[in-house]
């Protein structure tokens, strides 16, 4: 792509787009700049990187074509405040704020401006990032086909209507920390019975990882690979049956629907 592109904020998520990007290599180094409030986090994005970097974000916005806002929630306003009168109606902004709607963008910017709301999760770092896009009204398909682009170099992304964005960040941009739980459970288990550290770290992980490459690639329903590998009688039922006495499934959907209305409050 020839766009270059600018984030404002140079935290996890930024961190984790930007490895995504260049190790795609959908870009090159050069054609992306990002700003931060502290010297440390602009070193440690030109180390890790060797991307340009400022600690001024009106830097950022003028030469960028698309700008990734990748600041937490409560500083959105005060940053677009910062950045308003240099965004002008060829600039497209990528929005990755939980709880941040299209109103309140509009509102916070006081003019038309092309907006995406976004929601990526940090596996973007590895090239396997879930993410959701949904654009505001200014944006034509040309420009939406290019921000899916930017997203899919490191993953997966879909178009969603609005209304969904906040379910999106129970199910896919909070959720790498409830998989992460999952996996340190099952390892803890595993050294509880004799198995070293790092080995048990690994077969869990390569376990989650394998089954959800299976519910990806062969689009069988969860419940129905579940099934095939519950034996009669078996060690997997007998596990099943102790996680449904200890109510996985209710914790699981109790996390996430909290996640959800935070989410929503946060609006």
Do not use: W
Request: aromatic share 6%; net charge negative; hydrophobic share 45%.
């Amino acid at each position: 792509m020839n766009q270059h592109i600018g984030f404002i904020g140079g935290g996890n998520m930024a961190s984790a787009m930007i490895g995504g990007m260049i190790n795609s290599r959908l870009c090159n180094k050069e054609q992306i700049i990002a700003s931060a409030r502290t010297q440390a986090t602009l070193d440690r994005l030109s180390d890790s990187y060797g991307i340009r970097v400022t600690l001024d974000n009106t830097e950022v916005i003028q030469n960028s074509d698309i700008v990734i806002l990748a600041v937490k929630p409560y500083l959105y306003q005060d940053v677009i405040a910062e950045i308003r009168d240099f965004t002008d109606d060829q600039k497209l902004i990528i929005a990755i704020a939980a709880g941040i709607s299209h109103r309140k963008l509009n509102e916070f910017f006081r003019k038309p401006v092309k907006i995406i709301r976004a929601m990526p999760n940090t596996p973007a770092m590895v090239l396997e990032a879930m993410s959701a896009l949904t654009p505001n009204e200014y944006v034509n398909a040309e420009e939406l086909q290019t921000v899916t682009e930017i997203f899919e170099s490191f993953g997966k992304a879909e178009v969603i209507p609005e209304s969904l964005m906040d379910t999106v960040i129970g199910v896919s941009g909070s959720s790498p920390a409830y998989v992460y739980m999952f996996i340190e459970a099952m390892a803890d288990a595993a050294v509880a019975d004799g198995m070293p550290r790092a080995q048990a770290y690994k077969f869990a992980a390569q376990a989650v990882y394998g089954s959800a490459k299976m519910v990806l690639d062969t689009g069988n329903h969860p419940g129905e690979l579940k099934d095939a590998v519950c034996s009669p009688g078996g060690t997997t039922i007998a596990a099943v049956a102790k996680l449904e006495e200890t109510g996985l499934r209710n914790a699981v959907i109790s996390a996430q629907r909290c996640c959800v209305a935070k989410s929503k409050n946060m609006a």
